[in-house]
């Protein structure tokens, strides 16, 4: 077995669009919580990872919650 490289990307997770909403919120809140130490420590292919499972993570949250809840006050201009 050959020592991973950046292009070598594994396959990790299910399909976000098989999981349970309770499931996609525990994967979401997951990837957020290791986000840091993975940016920081992480060697490029578990970074380059943990930017395609988010990305997958965030687009099935998009397309199930187009009309996502978004709290006015947290925004301090138009962007």
């Known amino acids: 077995m ?11 997770g299910i ?21 840091l130490s993975t940016l920081r420590h992480g060697p490029d292919a578990a970074l380059a990872n943990h ?3 988010t990305a997958e993570l965030e687009t ?3 397309a199930r ?3 996502r ?3 006015q006050d947290r925004l301090t201009q138009d962007f």
Do not use: C, N, W
Request: glycine residues 2%.
């Open 65 to 67: 919650h187009p009309g």
């Open 15 to 35: 399909d976000p669009a098989e999981l349970a909403e309770e499931d996609l919120f525990r994967e979401l809140s997951s990837l957020y919580r290791t986000r």
């Open 60 to 62: 099935e949250y998009m």
């Open 51 to 53: 930017f395609k499972r």
């Open 69 to 71: 809840e978004v709290d």
């Open 2 to 12: 050959t020592d991973p490289t950046q292009a070598d990307v594994f396959e990790i």
